[in-house]
Protein backbone atom coordinates (compact mmCIF):
# COMPACT_ATOMS: atom_id res chain seq x y z
CA UNK A 1 0.00 0.00 0.00
CA UNK A 2 1.40 3.16 -1.11
CA UNK A 3 0.73 6.33 1.65
CA UNK A 4 1.43 9.86 0.97
CA UNK A 5 2.02 11.99 4.29
CA UNK A 6 1.67 15.81 4.28
CA UNK A 7 3.37 18.09 7.24
CA UNK A 8 4.36 21.65 7.21
CA UNK A 9 1.20 23.85 7.29
CA UNK A 10 0.00 26.33 9.74
CA UNK A 11 -1.21 29.91 10.13
CA UNK A 12 0.99 32.31 8.81
CA UNK A 13 0.93 36.25 8.41
CA UNK A 14 0.43 37.77 5.18
CA UNK A 15 3.92 38.17 3.37
CA UNK A 16 5.34 35.03 5.73
CA UNK A 17 6.70 31.58 4.36
CA UNK A 18 6.17 28.16 5.05
CA UNK A 19 7.44 24.49 3.41
CA UNK A 20 5.40 22.02 3.24
CA UNK A 21 6.93 18.17 2.82
CA UNK A 22 4.75 15.27 1.57
CA UNK A 23 7.08 11.70 1.66
CA UNK A 24 5.59 8.79 0.01
CA UNK A 25 5.91 5.72 1.63
CA UNK A 26 5.19 1.82 0.15
CA UNK A 27 5.89 -0.77 -1.78
CA UNK A 28 7.08 1.58 -4.18
CA UNK A 29 8.92 0.82 -8.36
CA UNK A 30 9.17 4.87 -9.38
CA UNK A 31 8.18 8.01 -8.65
CA UNK A 32 7.92 10.18 -11.74
CA UNK A 33 6.44 13.16 -11.98
CA UNK A 34 4.96 14.62 -8.24
CA UNK A 35 2.37 17.42 -7.94
CA UNK A 36 1.07 19.55 -5.21
CA UNK A 37 -2.65 20.77 -5.52
CA UNK A 38 -4.26 23.18 -3.24
CA UNK A 39 -8.33 23.38 -2.33
CA UNK A 40 -9.80 26.35 -0.69
CA UNK A 41 -13.37 26.44 0.71
CA UNK A 42 -16.27 26.49 -1.87
CA UNK A 43 -13.63 26.25 -4.42
CA UNK A 44 -12.41 22.96 -6.75
CA UNK A 45 -9.09 21.48 -5.96
CA UNK A 46 -6.20 22.81 -8.15
CA UNK A 47 -3.04 22.45 -9.27
CA UNK A 48 -0.37 24.48 -8.05
CA UNK A 49 3.08 23.34 -9.01
CA UNK A 50 4.79 19.68 -10.71
CA UNK A 51 7.97 18.65 -10.91
CA UNK A 52 9.47 15.84 -12.84
CA UNK A 53 11.62 12.92 -12.03
CA UNK A 54 14.52 15.20 -13.99
CA UNK A 55 13.85 17.97 -11.94
CA UNK A 56 11.37 20.38 -14.13
CA UNK A 57 9.01 22.49 -12.93
CA UNK A 58 6.25 24.03 -13.33
CA UNK A 59 3.62 26.34 -11.59
CA UNK A 60 0.25 28.25 -11.59
CA UNK A 61 0.77 31.91 -12.40
CA UNK A 62 -0.64 32.98 -9.55
CA UNK A 63 2.04 31.36 -7.57
CA UNK A 64 5.21 32.01 -9.94
CA UNK A 65 8.07 33.85 -8.42
CA UNK A 66 6.56 33.26 -4.73
CA UNK A 67 6.70 29.34 -4.62
CA UNK A 68 9.14 26.76 -5.60
CA UNK A 69 8.86 22.85 -6.10
CA UNK A 70 11.66 20.58 -4.74
CA UNK A 71 12.55 17.08 -4.33
CA UNK A 72 14.52 14.45 -2.83
CA UNK A 73 14.56 11.34 -4.91
CA UNK A 74 16.28 9.46 -2.04
CA UNK A 75 13.70 10.11 0.68
CA UNK A 76 10.35 9.98 -2.18
CA UNK A 77 10.07 13.49 -0.65
CA UNK A 78 8.60 16.26 -2.76
CA UNK A 79 8.90 20.20 -0.86
CA UNK A 80 7.06 23.12 -1.48
CA UNK A 81 8.54 26.24 0.03
CA UNK A 82 5.98 29.28 0.02
CA UNK A 83 7.36 32.50 0.50
CA UNK A 84 5.50 36.24 0.30
CA UNK A 85 2.29 34.22 0.86
CA UNK A 86 -1.20 35.96 0.23
CA UNK A 87 -5.10 35.59 1.85
CA UNK A 88 -5.88 33.93 -1.52
CA UNK A 89 -3.14 31.09 -0.96
CA UNK A 90 -5.22 29.81 2.05
CA UNK A 91 -6.51 26.08 1.17
CA UNK A 92 -5.77 22.88 2.27
CA UNK A 93 -2.72 21.64 0.47
CA UNK A 94 -2.22 18.40 -1.08
CA UNK A 95 0.08 16.25 -2.66
CA UNK A 96 0.36 14.04 -5.39
CA UNK A 97 2.46 11.71 -7.52
CA UNK A 98 2.59 9.48 -10.69
CA UNK A 99 3.80 6.45 -9.08
CA UNK A 100 4.82 2.92 -10.56
CA UNK A 101 4.57 -0.13 -8.13
CA UNK A 102 6.16 -2.67 -9.85
CA UNK A 103 8.59 -2.52 -13.13
CA UNK A 104 5.83 -3.50 -15.33
CA UNK A 105 3.07 -2.59 -13.89
CA UNK A 106 0.92 0.36 -14.79
CA UNK A 107 1.86 4.22 -13.20
CA UNK A 108 -1.39 5.33 -11.08
CA UNK A 109 -1.80 8.58 -9.83
CA UNK A 110 -4.71 7.88 -7.96
CA UNK A 111 -2.76 8.38 -4.20
CA UNK A 112 -3.89 11.03 -1.98
CA UNK A 113 -2.07 12.64 1.27
CA UNK A 114 -4.57 13.45 3.79
CA UNK A 115 -3.61 17.01 3.22
CA UNK A 116 -2.05 20.14 5.12
CA UNK A 117 -3.82 23.29 5.80
CA UNK A 118 -2.42 26.55 5.19
CA UNK A 119 -3.92 29.71 6.89
CA UNK A 120 -2.88 33.44 5.76
CA UNK A 121 -4.72 35.70 7.62
CA UNK A 122 -3.29 38.39 9.48
Known amino acids: QVQLVESGGGLVQPGGSLRLSCAAS????????MYWYRQARGKQRELVAA???????NYIDSVKGRFTISRDNAKNTVYLQMNSLKPEDTAIYYC????????????????WGQGTQVSVSS
Open 96 to 111: NADIRLTRLGQTRNDY
Open 26 to 33: GSIFGIYT
Open 51 to 57: ITNGGST
